[in-house]
């Protein structure tokens, strides 16, 4: 379970793994203002060829900055539905 927060108040990304804080670092993006540009998962660089080699499933986009709460609790509920698959 990964999420990244985009945390705009603070200028920070945040990257959370299994619900705990993994990384943080300075946002230096500035504002998003071309909301029209696709939004690329799997490659940060378009001008390189160098896309993630793997599986991503399950992808959410929130309007808004996830709390520590908010991300806890959706991995909660992934883990408690895989559990209810098994029994």
């Known amino acids: 379970?990964?999420?990244l927060v985009r945390d705009t108040a603070n200028k920070l990304v945040k990257g959370y793994i299994d619900a705990t804080l993994d990384v943080k670092f300075e946002d230096t993006t500035g504002e998003i203002l071309d909301k029209s540009d696709k939004l690329l998962i799997g490659?940060?660089?378009?001008?390189q060829d160098e896309w993630f080699n793997g599986k991503i499933s399950n992808i959410k986009i929130y309007?808004?900055?996830l709390s520590e709460q908010e991300i806890s609790r959706l991995?909660?509920?992934r883990l408690n539905k895989f559990s209810e698959v098994g029994r």
């Open 75 to 77: 991995y909660l509920d």
């Open 1 to 3: 379970h990964v999420v």
């Open 63 to 65: 309007p808004k900055d």
């Open 43 to 47: 490659n940060a660089n378009t001008a």
